[in-house]
Structure formats: structure tokens, C-alpha cells
């Protein structure tokens, strides 16, 4: 059973960072995509970064672009988000997802793509 442990969530000033965790375990595929989603109050989830394992190839949703930067440790089975220059309305819970069908690649990601999610982290950016 595929599980995913989200971590390095808080409370951080306009400007500041942070840096996601998703531990992953169980995941018996290759290669294989983690993606990184985040759920505002009152807003729908959406994708914001994927990473594939096979050849560490990354997307990024324009918001986030250049300011979010998505790796990986496969050596520990762990996908990072570092957020830099974060603004208050990146505010959210930040989830990782997998599933053995996707395939992170230029094209995005949706919350229907995934079918193994963690319980995410939730991160507030005060003004």
C-alpha cells in the first residue's frame, strides 16, 4: 500500500521559505510521479509541481514558477518543495500525490490523475 507523509509546513512572513517533505513507502512501480497540490479556503486543489523518478524531470504550474523548486532523494524515497519569496496567497494545505498510470510531463497535473494522497501540511503566509 502506497503511503505519502507530508511535513515542513508553518507560519512564515510574505518573503520568506519553507520546505515541503513527502515521504514516500510502499510505492512498488517505476518509474514513477510525485505531485505536489495545494487547496486554498474555498478554492479547489490544484497541481502546482510533479517530478518524474526515472529521469527527474520537473513541471511547474506559472504561479509558482520560479519561485518553487521540486526534488527528489531517491535514495530516501522523498520529494521536497522548496518555497522561496512565498506571498499570502500561497496560503494552503499542500498535499503530494502518486499513482502508477501518471506520468508528470509539460501537459500539468490534475487532482483526477492521482489515486495514493498524503494528509497534507498546511502552510500560512501572513502579510
Known amino acids: 500500500e502506497v503511503q505519502l507523509v507530508e511535513s515542513g509546513g508553518g507560519l512564515v512572513q510574505a518573503g520568506g521559505s519553507l520546505r515541503l517533505s513527502c515521504a514516500a513507502s510502499g510505492i512498488a512501480f517505476e518509474p514513477y510521479s510525485i505531485g505536489w497540490f495545494r487547496q486554498a479556503p474555498g478554492k479547489e486543489r490544484e497541481g502546482i509541481s510533479c517530478?518524474?523518478?526515472?529521469?527527474?524531470?520537473?513541471y511547474y504550474r506559472d504561479s509558482v514558477k520560479g519561485r518553487f523548486t521540486i526534488s527528489s532523494d531517491n535514495a530516501r524515497n522523498t520529494v521536497y518543495l522548496e518555497m522561496n519569496s512565498l506571498k499570502p496567497e500561497d496560503t494552503a494545505v499542500y498535499y503530494c500525490?502518486?499513482?502508477?498510470?501518471?506520468?508528470?510531463?509539460?501537459?500539468?497535473?490534475?487532482?483526477?490523475?492521482?489515486?495514493?494522497w498524503g494528509r497534507g501540511t498546511q502552510v500560512t503566509v501572513s502579510s
Open positions: 500525490a502518486t499513482d502508477f498510470d501518471y506520468y508528470c510531463s509539460e501537459s500539468g497535473l490534475e487532482e483526477t490523475d492521482f489515486s495514493s
Open positions: 517530478i518524474r523518478s526515472s529521469d527527474g524531470a520537473t
